[in-house]
């Protein structure tokens, strides 16, 4: 699933996986489950980690060497 990077959108999907799981009586592994946040200032970071259920990880793909979270180049 993807979001924004604010707390409100995590939030956000957070209530709507609890949703889904009264629904249909499925729950998420929260052991084997991470969250990526590419771009996210450390203060942010922090503030996500309090909340219950989450691990950060990063992305293990590169796309012509480089990873989809880097920073655009600026003019050579």
């Given at each position: 699933?993807?979001?924004k990077g604010d707390i409100r959108s995590i939030q956000r999907v957070?209530?709507?996986?609890e949703h889904f799981s009264?629904?249909?009586g499925?729950?998420?592994n929260v052991e084997i489950s991470n969250?990526?946040?590419?771009g996210i200032i450390d203060e942010l970071k922090e503030?996500?980690?309090t909340m219950p259920g989450y691990s950060i990880s990063t992305l293990p793909i590169r796309y012509?060497?480089?990873?989809?979270s880097s920073k655009k180049q600026g003019k050579m």
């Open positions: 699933m993807f979001c957070q209530e709507a996986l009264d629904t249909t499925l729950l998420g969250i990526f946040l590419p503030e996500i980690l012509l060497g480089l990873s989809p």
